[in-house]
């Protein structure tokens, strides 16, 4: 559920929709920027916020943790895919209730993969703590493209097998995105454009 928006005080107007442009890898460092652009601009009791995103995706745990915030806040959130949203940022995308795709945009959808930075030993023991790992994950993924996009589960099982990159036309064919528009901003709109270096910092 989403929370119920900030009561303005009587008689003052409300504010311009924000907009912040996030194009980064799902990271702790990005994420935790993120976070707290979108809550700066909560209390300074904006109400509706555009999310402008492009991301290869990255960290599973950081995504979702980046989407039940962003639906927990007393607010609109609109998303857009200006570019490619790949992987556990079509999961960030999810988060807003209106969901738009500009023309010529991007959509993967692939299965959680197991990463390891040094070489490592797996023994049977291993192997299965680590699969029970990947699946749990996919299982939260697939309750959110089910939940939030109504996609059947068997169709979310098979994005899981492969990788699946879909248009901006097939995204609304499949609930993913709402429509295909292009982002217009508004004259006096704040517009916030998160840059982060290699690394993910700012």
Same mark, same amino acid.
């Given at each position: 559920?989403?929370?119920?928006?900030?009561?303005?005080?009587?008689?003052?107007?409300?504010?311009?929709?924000?907009?912040?442009?996030?194009?980064?890898?799902?990271?702790?460092?990005?994420?935790?920027?993120?976070?707290?652009?979108?809550?700066?601009?909560?209390?300074?009791?904006?109400?509706? #916020?555009? *999310?402008?995103?492009?991301?290869? &995706?990255?960290?599973?745990?950081? +995504?979702?943790? !980046? @989407?039940?915030?962003?639906?927990?806040?007393? #607010?609109? *959130?609109?998303?857009?895919?200006? &570019?490619?949203?790949?992987?556990? +940022?079509?999961? !960030? @995308?999810?988060?807003?209730?209106?969901?738009?795709?500009?023309?010529?945009?991007?959509?993967?959808?692939?299965?959680?993969?197991?990463?390891?930075?040094?070489?490592?030993?797996?023994?049977?023991?291993?192997?299965?703590?680590?699969?029970?790992?990947?699946?749990?994950?996919?299982?939260?993924?697939?309750?959110?493209?089910?939940?939030?996009?109504?996609?059947?589960?068997?169709?979310?099982?098979?994005?899981?097998?492969?990788?699946?990159?879909?248009?901006?036309?097939?995204?609304?064919?499949?609930?993913?995105?709402?429509?295909?528009?292009?982002?217009?901003?508004?004259?006096?709109?704040?517009?916030?454009?998160?840059?982060?270096?290699?690394?993910?910092?700012?």
């Amino acid at each position: 559920m989403i929370n119920p928006p900030i009561q303005l005080p009587l008689g003052q107007q409300p504010r311009p929709p924000a907009f912040i442009s996030f194009s980064a890898e799902v990271v702790p460092q990005t994420t935790e920027v993120l976070i707290n652009a979108v809550t700066n601009f909560v209390n300074q009791a904006f109400q509706h #916020i555009h *999310l402008l995103l492009s991301t290869p &995706g990255g960290s599973v745990m950081h +995504g979702i943790t !980046i @989407y039940n915030v962003l639906r927990g806040l007393p #607010i609109k *959130l609109t998303t857009h895919n200006v &570019g490619n949203v790949d992987s556990i +940022g079509t999961v !960030i @995308y999810l988060a807003g209730e209106e969901r738009y795709a500009c023309p010529q945009t991007t959509f993967m959808l692939h299965g959680v993969a197991l990463t390891t930075t040094t070489p490592t030993q797996f023994y049977e023991r291993n192997l299965k703590e680590r699969l029970a790992s990947v699946q749990a994950d996919q299982e939260r993924i697939k309750a959110i493209y089910c939940d939030r996009a109504g996609i059947d589960p068997e169709v979310a099982e098979r994005f899981f097998l492969g990788e699946s990159t879909i248009n901006a036309a097939d995204a609304v064919k499949s609930g993913i995105a709402h429509d295909i528009k292009s982002v217009s901003i508004p004259a006096g709109s704040p517009v916030l454009q998160l840059v982060f270096n290699r690394q993910g910092g700012m």
